[in-house]
C-alpha cells in the first residue's frame, strides 16, 4: 500500500471514530462505517485497529433503533478476513465427532502480511463485540450468531469454508465472551 493511501485510511478512520464519539450518528452512516471498516482491514497499526472496532461497536449500538438495521451487513463484511482465509482439508480435524480447527504454521509472504492486518481487525471486532455488547450480544446482533453457530448445527448444504469460519468466528468471540454466554455457546 502506499503511504498517501495509509495516510488517508488513518484520517478518514481518525475523523470517522472522532465523529461517532459525540454520540450523534447521521441518517446515512455508510461514510463513517466505510472509513471504520477500511481501518479495521487496512491498517498495519493494531492500536488503531482496536480503536476503529471499538467505533464499529458505537455505530451498531447506535444503529439498534433503526427500522432496518445496517448490522447483518456490518457484521458480514467486519468477518470478510475470516472467509479468505485460504482452505486445507488439513486444518480440520476430526476426532470421535468433535471438529476442532487446527493452526497451521507457515513462514509469511508479503499477500500473507496483507491478509493477516484483515485477520487481525477482524479478531478485534469480534473482541470487541463481546466486550461491548455483553450478555445482550446476541439478542442485538443474531446475525452474529448465525455466522458463528448456524454451520455447526445446521449440517445441510456447508461446506468446509462455512466451518471453518464459523470456528474462527467462534475463537474470535469465546475469550472475551460474557460469563452467561458461556453456557448458551457450549451447547
Not at 34 to 49: E, F, G, P, V
Not at 85 to 105: D, H, M, Q, R
Not at 121 to 127: C, I, M, P
Not at 130 to 158: C, E, I, Y
Request: hydrophobic content about 40%.
Amino acid at each position: 500500500m502506499v503511504e498517501s493511501e495509509q495516510q488517508d485510511i488513518v484520517t478518514l478512520g481518525s475523523a470517522s471514530s472522532a465523529y461517532v464519539a459525540t454520540g450523534a450518528l447521521p441518517d446515512k452512516i455508510t461514510p463513517l462505517v466505510r472509513a471504520t471498516m477500511d481501518q479495521i482491514k487496512l491498517d498495519d497499526n493494531s492500536l488503531r485497529q482496536k480503536r476503529a472496532a471499538a467505533t464499529l461497536c458505537l455505530i451498531l449500538k447506535g444503529c439498534r433503533s433503526r427500522e432496518k438495521s445496517p448490522a447483518p451487513k456490518i457484521i458480514k463484511n467486519s468477518c470478510t478476513p475470516l472467509f479468505t482465509l485460504p482452505i486445507a482439508p488439513e486444518i480440520l480435524k476430526a476426532t470421535e465427532g468433535c471438529i476442532t480447527l487446527k493452526v497451521l504454521e507457515a513462514p509469511p509472504t508479503a499477500g500473507a502480511l496483507a491478509q493477516d492486518t484483515g485477520y487481525r481487525g477482524s479478531r478485534f471486532v469480534l473482541t470487541e463485540l463481546a466486550k461491548s455488547f455483553g450478555a445482550d450480544l446476541f439478542n442485538h446482533l443474531p446475525s452474529l450468531w448465525s455466522l458463528a453457530f448456524d454451520p455447526t448445527t445446521l449440517p445441510q448444504d456447508v461446506t468446509i469454508e462455512d466451518i471453518v469460519v464459523s470456528l474462527q468466528i467462534m475463537s474470535g468471540l469465546f475469550p472475551s465472551i460474557h460469563q452467561g454466554l458461556r453456557s448458551q455457546v457450549s451447547q
